[in-house]
Structure formats: C-alpha cells, structure tokens
C-alpha cells in the first residue's frame, strides 16, 4: 500500500512564525504536490515537484515556499505565517508516466494549521 | 482556465437507496477523471480514474461514467449504506498536468 505521511495532523502557529510542514512517500514516487483546502474553495495546487531539486509554482504559491532535498520528502515552507493561512494542508504524491492521466494522486491524511 | 461543479453540494439519503452524483467541467482537453472520497478532517482516497479514451470505470457498488464532449461526469452508488457517508470529490487532470478539483458533494446515508 501507498502510504504518504505528513508530520503533523494539528499545528498551532502565531503570525510571524515560519511554519514547516513535512510530507514523506514510501512509493518512490517522483511528483509530489502540496495542496490546500479551504470551505467554499476547494482544493487548490500551492506547488508541485517532478524531480529533486525541482519545484513548480500552482495556482496559489504566495507566501509558500519548498523544498524537496530528497525524493521520498516534499517540504512546504510558511516563511512567515500569516491568518489568512490558516487551512487545512493536504500532501499527495504519484508516479511519472509517459501516459499523462494513468495515474492516480496519493493523498496524506492531512495537517490542519491554525495561525493565531 | 478550467472550472469544475459538482451538483448537488449535498445529499442526504436513506440506505440501500441508489444515488447519483454529478459533476461537470468547462475544458474537455482533459487526460482523465477522477473521483475521490474524504471522510471529515482526512485525506482524500481515490475511488475510481477513467482516463480521456474510456467511458465508464466499475469498483464494487461504484460506476463512474465520463462523456468528455459534453464535459460530464456521474458517479453512480449502488445501494447506499451509512459508511458511504463522506465528501465525494470530482477531479480533472488537464493539459496542464494539474488537478482541478471540484468543491464537493456532502453525502449523508441514514440507517
């Protein structure tokens, strides 16, 4: 089974604070993606990895930053966490394929962050 | 930009009945769809994928159909039970490489 961890399932942060949230596959996956889901909005792409060392802008990277030093490990970065971040954070991984579509996202169970 | 809507946003119904779900996307230059469930402050679970050349996928008591000319999808439950209960999520994978999630649909199943 695919299992994709995240480090935290609750974090309290106050404003200002730079704010980590950690993701770790055990598929060997090559794309890693970090998502946010907000009531009334959806889920939406805040960066994506293809690669070591690579990282690719979503639809809301502002405030957000990445790292993935590791292929198994897809670090999001809050350099200074604001209210308006608090949301819940949702880490998924896939493998690549000369298919595009073929495959499915792996989702982890989530870190519900609160900035204060 | 492609936008995805699931209708209804809720849906509460009592077991064993069959339902439906709906979803449907502006852009049809897609390379599949999926449907995901999200049980309350949890991740999302892949139920089904049908990529942009099939038309329906079968798991169990699920079907999910895809008419890409039209922008549709249904996903069709058979015979309800309580532990269907959870948010289920329509999803297009576009010409952009990115998922495009719809916002939801909240399914209740009352025993």
């Known amino acids: 089974d695919v299992k994709v961890t995240q480090s935290s399932r609750y974090l309290v942060k106050r404003t200002g604070e730079k704010v980590f949230l950690e993701c770790v596959q055990d598929?060997?996956?090559?794309?890693m993606f970090w998502y946010r889901q907000d009531p009334g909005l959806g889920l939406r792409l805040i960066y994506f990895s293809y690669d070591v060392k690579m990282k690719e802008k979503g639809d809301i990277p502002e405030g957000y930053s990445v790292s993935r030093e590791k292929k198994e490990r897809f670090s999001l970065i809050l350099e200074s966490a604001s209210t308006n971040q608090t949301s819940m954070y949702l880490c998924?991984?896939?493998?690549?394929?000369?298919?595009?579509?073929?495959?499915?996202?792996?989702f982890g169970p989530g870190t519900r962050l609160l900035v204060l | 930009k492609q936008e995805v809507t699931q209708i209804p946003a809720a849906l509460s119904v009592p077991e064993g009945e069959n339902l439906v779900l709906n979803c449907s996307f502006t852009?049809?230059?897609?390379?599949?769809l999926q449907w995901f469930r999200q049980d309350p402050g949890k991740g999302l679970t892949s139920l089904l994928l049908?990529?942009?050349?099939?038309r329906e996928q079968t798991s169990g008591r699920l079907n999910a159909s895809l008419d890409k000319s039209s922008g549709r999808s249904t996903l069709y439950i058979a015979a309800s039970q309580p532990g269907d209960s959870a948010t289920y999520l329509c999803?297009?994978?576009?010409?952009?490489?990115?998922?495009?999630f719809g916002k939801g649909t909240l399914l209740t199943v009352n025993p």
């Open positions: 999803a297009v994978y576009g010409s952009n490489y990115k998922l495009t």
């Open positions: 852009d049809s230059a897609i390379y599949n």
């Open positions: 998924a991984s896939s493998f690549a394929t000369l298919n595009p579509g073929s495959e499915t996202q792996y």
């Open positions: 598929m060997d996956h090559e794309n």
């Open positions: 049908i990529q942009s050349s099939q």
